[in-house]
């Protein structure tokens, strides 16, 4: 009986130890066969065109690695259920993390419980950054991490040097902001505030509100500002999505739609998102920025293999995918790359 209770305390050590070594320690040798590493994405929210369409291009491209094993999560646009997941993160063991903040702030110190359990974190779409963390002015990379991302300034300026040239004088304008702290949501505002309202001083804001990345929230949001009975000149919207819910809000109110389908305002878009490019062919929105989910999702698995088996350290991982303008003379391409990943039938 000594023995058998001896041997038995020897096996719960061994496996013990077992767990604490596997629970989110960073390999330096590649995995071996049948042992594939563990990897979670954590999405900000599935309702978020974007994300979602992250999250199955990632999931396409995780199909190509056969030492890594995949598992997408989502926050659903809720600060603490995000908080939530990346600390089951921990709790699960997962070998690396790639995390998609809805709010930066909120998620930083949950994103340094991860780095404290030896698990290394990619942040993507958007970047974490040290200012994040410590309320700092540093706007370098959070200390620890990489990151996979695009330059949101940038996007910006896309739909803002347009609108630059091409909104009449005393145009009114509406502004659809993503979540407050989240970057790629505030960048974006400053980049349209460096771009657009600093050269245009004779636009007229009449209604500018967050609609968290939400197309529901921005159709109510624009439902409320036309019923004020102001003419609005253009639809100034941080992604996509919510330009999509702002439009929706007017498609069929013939001032701002003519029968012969042609408009009586303009709207700017960020993301180059499926339904912004259908919205695009149909002459409701002006032009978008491409953000290529695909590409994201791409370097994000690439540099996911090599940090696991070693190749670089994750803090090595610094990548932006470029923002190329999408408009109607060239979106018939961008239709049809929709059309050969399926995501338009």
Same mark, same amino acid.
């Given at each position: 009986?000594?023995?058998?209770?001896?041997?038995?305390?020897?096996?719960?050590?061994?496996?013990?130890?077992?767990?604490?070594?596997? +629970?989110?320690?960073?390999?330096?040798?590649?995995?071996?066969?049948?042992?594939?590493?563990?990897?979670?994405?954590?999405?900000?929210?599935?309702?978020?065109?974007?994300?979602?369409?992250?999250?199955?291009?990632?999931?396409?491209?995780?199909?190509?690695?056969?030492?890594?094993?995949?598992?997408?999560?989502?926050?659903?646009?809720?600060?603490?259920?995000?908080?939530?997941?990346?600390?089951? +993160?921990?709790?699960?063991?997962?070998?690396?993390?790639?995390?998609?903040?809805?709010?930066?702030?909120?998620?930083?110190?949950?994103?340094?419980?991860?780095?404290?359990?030896?698990?290394? #974190?990619?942040?993507?779409?958007?970047?974490?950054?040290?200012?994040?963390?410590?309320?700092?002015?540093?706007?370098?990379?959070?200390?620890?991490?990489?990151?996979?991302?695009?330059?949101?300034?940038?996007?910006?300026?896309?739909?803002?040097?347009?609108? #630059?040239?091409?909104?009449?004088?005393?145009?009114?304008?509406?502004?659809?902001?993503?979540?407050?702290?989240?970057?790629?949501?505030?960048?974006?505002?400053?980049?349209?505030?460096?771009?657009?309202?600093?050269?245009?001083?004779?636009?007229?804001?009449?209604?500018?509100?967050?609609?968290?990345?939400?197309?529901?929230?921005?159709?109510?949001?624009?439902?409320?500002?036309?019923?004020?009975?102001?003419?609005?000149?253009?639809?100034?919207?941080?992604?996509?999505?919510?330009?999509?819910?702002?439009?929706?809000?007017?498609?069929?109110?013939?001032?701002?739609?003519?029968?012969?389908?042609?408009?009586?305002?303009?709207?700017?878009?960020?993301?180059?998102?499926?339904?912004? +490019?259908?919205?695009?062919?149909?002459?409701?929105?002006?032009?978008?920025?491409?953000?290529?989910?695909?590409?994201?999702?791409?370097?994000?698995?690439?540099?996911?293999?090599?940090?696991?088996?070693?190749?670089?350290?994750?803090?090595?991982?610094?990548?932006?995918?470029?923002?190329?303008?999408?408009?109607?003379?060239?979106?018939?391409?961008?239709?049809?790359?929709?059309?050969?990943?399926?995501?338009?039938k």
């Open positions: 009986m000594k023995l058998k209770k001896l041997l038995a305390v020897v096996l719960g050590v061994i496996m013990a130890l077992g767990m604490i070594t596997g +629970c989110g320690s960073q390999s330096e040798e590649p995995a071996a066969d049948g042992d594939a590493y563990k990897v979670c994405f954590v999405a900000r929210a599935s309702a978020d065109t974007f994300a979602a369409w992250l999250t199955d291009e990632i999931k396409s491209q995780a199909a190509n690695y056969d030492d890594i094993e995949l598992t997408c999560v989502s926050g659903e646009g809720d600060d603490n259920t995000e908080n939530g997941l990346l600390e089951d +993160c921990i709790t699960k063991g997962y070998d690396l993390v790639i995390v998609q903040s809805n709010n930066n702030a909120a998620q930083a110190p949950y994103v340094q419980k991860l780095l404290d359990a030896g698990i290394p #974190v990619i942040t993507t779409n958007p970047t974490t950054h040290q200012c994040d963390l410590d309320g700092s002015d540093s706007l370098e990379v959070m200390a620890g991490t990489g990151t996979v991302d695009a330059d949101p300034v940038e996007q910006a300026s896309v739909g803002a040097n347009r609108a #630059v040239e091409e909104l009449p004088e005393g145009a009114n304008v509406v502004v659809l902001k993503g979540p407050s702290g989240n970057y790629h949501a505030d960048k974006r505002r400053e980049g349209w505030e460096k771009n657009f309202f600093e050269k245009r001083p004779d636009v007229n804001i009449v209604g500018e509100d967050f609609a968290n990345w939400n197309s529901d929230e921005a159709m109510d949001l624009m439902e409320a500002w036309v019923q004020k009975g102001t003419h609005i000149d253009a639809i100034i919207s941080m992604n996509d999505n919510m330009a999509a819910g702002a439009i929706e809000a007017i498609r069929n109110n013939p001032e701002y739609v003519k029968e012969d389908g042609t408009t009586t305002f303009y709207a700017y878009g960020v993301d180059g998102t499926a339904q912004g +490019c259908q919205l695009i062919e149909e002459g409701l929105l002006t032009c978008t920025a491409l953000q290529a989910a695909s590409d994201i999702a791409k370097m994000n698995m690439e540099y996911a293999e090599k940090v696991l088996n070693g190749e670089m350290d994750v803090t090595e991982v610094r990548d932006n995918v470029p923002a190329p303008e999408i408009n109607k003379d060239n979106v018939a391409e961008y239709i049809q790359m929709y059309k050969d990943n399926g995501q338009i």
